[in-house]
């Protein structure tokens, strides 16, 4: 089984429209081969000795093409058919080559016996056109004016094509005001087939700016149409309106570069702007834009662009520049003496309301630094960062605190095994002391100097008891203090004597007490026995008897 393509379907779909008009219509297509049948759909007489087909011509005669008798076939000579026609084996009139001049009615004679059987049939001849091209195409259009916006063509069709405009794929209409299609159709004087052509003369509205144009050929031989390639047009139109944008980043601070960049929506765009600056008219020419470099607090303000032969076609914008100076804040080396009270100045000058930060030593504070009586332990480096979007400024100062140096503690210290002694002496001031015994030692060891601190040791092994001093200094002053120091054998020997002592004390406190204990059980026993009263307190009489009581009861 053989399925029919879409040109085949249309040609079949046309000729059951022409049958149902009443004469049988076969429709061909343009230079291929046709078989045009024979009473289609009737069975053929028995005894058939004579099939012939003939056509009708122009001024209503007939002409024969060819006869088959006896199984004979006889193709009679006719210049418009000379090698083009045929008889298939079911009687089928085949015509290659087809042309517009085999458009015409065709009858199939069958002569049986005495019966004269007559079959005619109209043919038809499609040609497909070519696709459509837009020529003649106009450079530009101008709003509100009519121009002729191309002319669509196809060629070589029959019947002849219908043509169709599309803006954005709607079809247009014509209005014969702003649309206008005017179309004519040209047959060729060889070939009879039909060219059709279609102008468009539009108005153009500032909406069909980019608006695709197209155009769509119509033909019985499609079952789709054909589109031209869509093409588009350059629309001018005045400016309506002028804009002014600010090309920098989102906060302008002092020493960027700030572009003003100006914009028409008409159509051409103007070449050339000007640009009104601080209450100077400057033009530029084939730009849009003007930059202004390194801006300062000053560039503040309302700026404007506005066409070069139209001020009153203008735009502005406003410009603020953000600026954060630090104008005043202590710097440099601050020296203060211990106990002192002292505060940093700090004046800042900015476009806004900045954020100030401290910190000391790179480790941030809670508060700006703010001191009622200095100690050591504040010296160090003092940071202030001062911020605003986009912008920040730093500043620093170290604080010193100086103090005439003293020994806060003095101590001595024996040794795990008993053999020696560790002498300390713990000093405080700025600049940083120095520290001298009054007597040799060994392992000499110092702590890091901390916040005005510092711990020197020595260890001594003495042989006699002696009276150690320790003399602390800086520019400032000196001070100093004594530790009476023992031999390792008589700090030995008074341990064990305090030990002594402690232990006695408390074995003696221990017997007192178990004493005392025995006298109170024996001297209450007695009592209870004799059921006599203690001299003693009338509390503790009523106590007595009391208890007394208690048992008694039990």
């Known amino acids: 089984m053989r399925f029919l393509g879409f040109s085949e379907t249309a040609l079949l779909i046309i000729s059951l429209l022409e049958t149902v008009r009443g004469l049988p219509t076969f429709v061909g297509k343009y230079g ?31 002409g024969d093409l060819l006869k088959l008798s006896d199984k004979n076939l006889a193709i009679i000579p006719d210049v418009d058919y000379t090698g083009r026609v045929n008889l298939t084996q079911d ?56 121009t002729l916006l191309g002319e669509c063509s196809t060629k070589d069709a029959n019947p002849a094509a219908n043509i169709t405009w599309l803006k954005n794929n709607v079809p247009l209409m014509s209005d014969e005001k702003a649309i206008k299609i005017t179309t004519t159709v040209q047959t060729d004087k060889t070939t009879g087939l039909a060219s059709t052509s279609s102008k468009l003369e539009y108005t153009a509205v500032k909406e069909d700016l980019n608006a695709k144009f197209a155009c769509a050929v119509k033909h019985s031989s499609l079952t789709a149409d054909l589109v031209s390639t869509p093409v588009d047009f350059v629309i001018n139109y005045p400016t309506e309106k002028v804009s002014l944008q600010v090309v920098a980043a989102d906060v302008i601070k002092e020493g960027d570069n700030v572009t003003l960049k100006c914009k028409a929506d008409g159509n051409p765009p103007p070449s050339s702007y000007s640009f009104h600056i601080k209450g100077k008219k400057v033009k530029v020419e084939n730009s849009d834009s003007h930059t202004l470099t390194n801006v300062t607090r000053a560039n503040t303000g309302e700026y404007k662009c506005s066409l070069v032969d139209n001020d009153a076609m203008a735009a502005s914008v406003n410009i603020t520049v953000m600026y954060l100076d630090i104008t005043s804040i202590t710097k440099g080396k601050v020296v203060k003496q211990l106990d002192e009270s002292f505060e940093p100045t700090l004046f800042v000058n900015a476009s806004g309301e900045p954020k100030v930060t401290w910190s000391k030593n790179n480790i941030s504070l809670n508060s700006p630094p703010k001191f009622d009586k200095l100690k050591y332990s504040d010296s160090g480096v003092y940071e202030c960062v001062v911020s605003m979007p986009g912008l920040f400024r730093k500043a620093s100062f170290e604080l010193i605190i100086q103090g005439a140096p003293v020994i806060n503690k003095l101590s001595k210290k ?4 008993g053999n020696f002694k560790v002498l300390s002496c713990e000093a405080e001031g700025s600049p940083k002391p120095t520290v001298q015994w009054s007597i040799n030692g060994t392992n000499a060891t110092e702590t890091p100097y901390v916040g005005g601190r510092v711990t020197h040791r020595i260890t001594i092994i003495p042989t006699v008891n002696l009276t150690v001093n320790c003399t602390v200094s800086n520019e400032l002053g000196q001070a100093s203090k004594s530790l009476d120091v023992s031999t390792p054998e008589d700090s030995n020997d008074q341990t064990r004597v305090a030990v002594g002592v402690v232990i006695g004390v408390i074995l003696a406190a221990v017997a007192i007490g178990l004493i005392y204990w025995i006298y109170m059980k024996r001297t209450r026993q007695g009592t209870w026995k004799t059921g006599e009263k203690e001299d003693g307190t009338t509390e503790e009489s009523k106590k007595l008897e009391e208890n007394q009581s208690q048992k008694a009861e039990v």
């Open 414 to 417: 024996l040794s795990n095994t």
């Open 91 to 146: 009687l089928s009139l085949r015509i290659t080559q087809t042309r517009l001049s085999d458009q015409k009615m065709y009858t199939c004679m069958l002569v049986a016996g005495e019966d004269i059987l007559e079959y005619p049939v109209q043919v038809r001849i499609l040609k497909t056109p070519s696709a459509p091209t837009i020529t003649n195409q106009a450079k530009e259009m101008e709003i509100g004016k009519p």
């Open 32 to 62: 291929e081969t046709i078989d045009v049948p024979c009473g289609e759909g009737k069975d053929k007489p028995e005894k058939l000795f004579l099939t012939k087909w003939k056509y009708t011509k122009a001024d209503g005669s007939t």
